[in-house]
């Protein structure tokens, strides 16, 4: 079972409050505050330079914010606690990520069961069953920088499936995908939610993902939230 | 004198020794250089070593010893003025490239260090290497190997990509600091081995030719791994056969394998 046991209820999983953030003098977020249940699925929308970036970054603990507080799954990002249990939050960067590495289609999976503490059996057997669950398991022994976009995205969904995620944030997860590419990897997030209760936060300015969304549509404009 | 009679030779056998283990071992840190893009870092590195030495002979300490703890101190200062700055790590070495040099060459004029001693740490000699040295290089080979297997998850979500180590749980700050360290230390005793003109023919040259063929990062290491101990091995023997210095004889195998995986790879893209 990937959902976690501490925040299996219907609790705030992301709670920011008043959260601003200036790079260089530059305000990046501006009193922003966003809660997100547990279970729920969010699409952060706006244009470019919003800030959607910014905010995954900040939930995820990899930018520092200058005021506000912030909670994920019910513990402050930046304690101890909380980087103990980071791994808990999969996170999909911007751009599916371009190496000129020869990494294996499996070994790219396998990162996310990097810091568990399993024998590489183990680790190897979740890695299967990730990209069985994505359907990407015919990828394992591909490499990784030659597959198409669409590809590379179902193995990072597969990545943060063996992490054993309890929340996933994703930075336009579809931008560089062609249609069936991109109806393909939201069905996947969909039954991700759905089926393993996943809390899923995705950052899109694709106007054709917001128009087929059932989801819970934040529109940032310039920081904070319209 | 046969190439056996050569091995009673206690320097010859030094040498060898040390040779055959950088050769295996080395390129690893070779691969780490590839993969971060750490190749204006290698130059800081001989830079900060140059520094050493003089900072060295003008206080009567091994040159080698002081060069290595300036590289040591030039990657901590350099990863944390990185972090801090937010400037890549390509630029941040740069402007420690500069200094460095800067710096030796005062250190040089004002201490009156002969140029000629100072700039000796940059021609390495295999027959040169003490029973210490060869401790050395083989304690940091197994330091390395035991860095890169062990810790192999955790130093391939670092490659892959330091923000999603980040999330995935790795304290990525702390891997990638080794990593550096090991590149700094891998330079500074290939510098005593082979100089630092040569060095790249162990750190870099089978790293390249390894990621001509390597289809997994596994693989990318252990094939980087066997290519630098063939250079390495049969730069030595063609060294004795030919009565060239081994360095070069082990650059020149290294460059005609570099040619020939170039060729390889032309003619694997022609077929796909």
Same mark, same amino acid.
């Given at each position: 079972?990937?959902?976690?046991?501490?925040?299996?209820?219907?609790?705030?999983?992301?709670?920011?409050?008043?959260?601003?953030?200036?790079?260089?003098?530059?305000?990046?977020?501006?009193?922003?505050?966003?809660?997100?249940?547990?279970?729920?699925?969010?699409?952060?929308?706006?244009?470019?330079?919003?800030?959607?970036?910014?905010?995954?970054?900040?939930?995820?603990?990899?930018?520092?914010?200058?005021?506000?507080?912030?909670?994920?799954?019910?513990?402050?990002?930046?304690?101890?606690?909380?980087?103990?249990?980071?791994?808990?939050?999969?996170?999909?960067?911007?751009? +599916?990520?371009?190496? %000129?590495?020869?990494?294996?289609?499996?070994?790219?999976?396998?990162?996310?069961?990097?810091?568990?503490?399993?024998?590489?059996?183990?680790?190897?057997?979740? +890695?299967?069953?990730?990209?069985?669950?994505?359907?990407?398991?015919?990828?394992?022994?591909?490499?990784? +920088? *030659?597959?198409?976009?669409?590809?590379?995205?179902?193995?990072?969904?597969? *990545?943060?499936?063996?992490?054993?995620?309890?929340? &996933?944030?994703? %930075?336009?997860?579809?931008?560089? &995908? %062609?249609?069936?590419?991109?109806?393909?990897?939201?069905?996947?997030?969909?039954?991700?939610?759905?089926?393993?209760?996943?809390?899923?936060?995705?950052?899109?300015?694709?106007?054709?993902?917001?128009?087929?969304?059932?989801? *819970?549509?934040?529109?940032?404009?310039?920081?904070?939230?319209? | 004198?046969?190439?056996?009679?050569?091995?009673?030779?206690?320097?010859?056998?030094?040498?060898?020794?040390?040779?055959?283990? =950088?050769?295996?071992?080395?390129?690893?840190?070779?691969?780490?250089?590839?993969?971060?893009?750490?190749?204006?870092?290698?130059?800081?590195?001989?830079?900060? @070593?140059?520094?050493?030495?003089?900072?060295?002979?003008?206080?009567?300490?091994?040159?080698?010893?002081?060069?290595?703890?300036?590289?040591?101190?030039?990657?901590?200062?350099?990863?944390?003025?990185?972090?801090?700055?937010?400037?890549?790590?390509?630029?941040?070495?740069?402007?420690?490239?500069?200094?460095?040099?800067?710096?030796?060459?005062?250190?040089?004029? !004002?201490? $009156?260090?002969?140029? !000629?001693? @100072?700039?000796?740490?940059?021609?390495?000699?295999?027959?040169?290497?003490?029973?210490?040295?060869?401790?050395?290089?083989?304690?940091?080979?197994? @330091?390395? @190997?035991?860095?890169?297997?062990?810790?192999?998850?955790?130093?391939?979500?670092?490659?892959?990509?330091?923000?999603?180590?980040?999330?995935? $749980?790795?304290?990525?700050?702390?891997?990638?600091?080794?990593?550096?360290?090991?590149?700094?230390?891998?330079?500074?005793?290939?510098? !005593?081995?082979?100089?630092?003109?040569?060095?790249?023919?162990?750190?870099?040259?089978?790293?390249?030719?390894?990621?001509?063929?390597?289809?997994?990062?596994?693989?990318?290491?252990?094939?980087?791994?066997?290519?630098?101990?063939?250079?390495?091995?049969?730069?030595?023997?063609?060294?004795? =056969?030919?009565?060239?210095?081994?360095?070069?004889?082990?650059?020149?195998?290294?460059?005609?394998?570099?040619?020939?995986?170039?060729?390889?790879?032309?003619?694997?893209?022609?077929?796909?």
């Amino acid at each position: 079972m990937y959902l976690s046991g501490v925040m299996a209820q219907a609790d705030a999983c992301i709670a920011a409050e008043g959260i601003n953030v200036a790079i260089d003098g530059h305000h990046i977020l501006r009193d922003l505050s966003l809660s997100v249940l547990c279970g729920e699925r969010v699409i952060v929308a706006g244009p470019n330079g919003a800030g959607k970036t910014t905010l995954l970054k900040v939930i995820l603990g990899l930018q520092r914010w200058n005021t506000g507080t912030l909670q994920v799954l019910g513990l402050p990002v930046g304690t101890r606690e909380w980087s103990r249990r980071r791994r808990k939050i999969g996170y999909v960067n911007q751009e +599916a990520v371009s190496v %000129d590495f020869p990494f294996s289609g499996r070994e790219v999976v396998e990162i996310g069961a990097c810091t568990l503490s399993l024998a590489k059996r183990e680790k190897r057997m979740r +890695a299967q069953e990730a990209m069985a669950a994505v359907g990407c398991a015919h990828l394992q022994h591909r490499m990784y +920088a *030659r597959l198409s976009g669409g590809e590379k995205q179902k193995l990072s969904l597969a *990545r943060c499936l063996c992490q054993d995620p309890s929340v &996933l944030l994703l %930075d336009e997860p579809t931008s560089s &995908l %062609d249609p069936v590419s991109r109806r393909e990897v939201m069905d996947i997030l969909h039954d991700l939610n759905e089926m393993r209760g996943l809390t899923i936060v995705l950052v899109s300015h694709d106007s054709q993902v917001l128009a087929e969304t059932t989801w *819970r549509i934040e529109r940032m404009e310039a920081g904070s939230f319209a | 004198m046969n190439i056996l009679q050569a091995f009673s030779y206690p320097p010859i056998l030094r040498g060898f020794l040390a040779l055959v283990i =950088a050769g295996c071992f080395f390129p690893m840190a070779g691969v780490f250089v590839l993969r971060l893009n750490l190749v204006t870092l290698r130059f800081t590195l001989m830079h900060a @070593a140059l520094l050493g030495a003089a900072i060295g002979l003008a206080l009567h300490v091994d040159p080698l010893f002081a060069g290595l703890v300036l590289d040591l101190l030039a990657i901590v200062a350099i990863s944390r003025v990185a972090r801090e700055s937010g400037l890549a790590l390509g630029y941040v070495a740069t402007f420690f490239m500069v200094l460095t040099i800067g710096l030796a060459f005062a250190v040089i004029y !004002k201490a $009156g260090v002969p140029s !000629k001693d @100072a700039f000796g740490i940059l021609w390495g000699s295999v027959y040169s290497l003490s029973r210490v040295d060869l401790a050395v290089t083989a304690l940091y080979a197994l @330091a390395i @190997a035991v860095f890169v297997m062990a810790l192999f998850p955790r130093v391939s979500a670092v490659l892959f990509h330091r923000e999603i180590a980040f999330a995935s $749980g790795v304290n990525e700050a702390a891997v990638t600091t080794a990593i550096l360290l090991f590149v700094g230390v891998s330079v500074a005793l290939l510098m !005593k081995l082979i100089g630092a003109l040569l060095l790249d023919s162990i750190l870099l040259l089978p790293a390249i030719v390894a990621s001509f063929t390597a289809r997994s990062a596994r693989g990318f290491f252990v094939q980087a791994c066997a290519i630098g101990a063939f250079c390495s091995i049969a730069g030595f023997f063609s060294s004795l =056969a030919l009565d060239v210095p081994a360095s070069s004889a082990v650059t020149v195998i290294a460059a005609c394998l570099l040619g020939a995986g170039l060729v390889y790879r032309r003619i694997a893209r022609r077929r796909t």
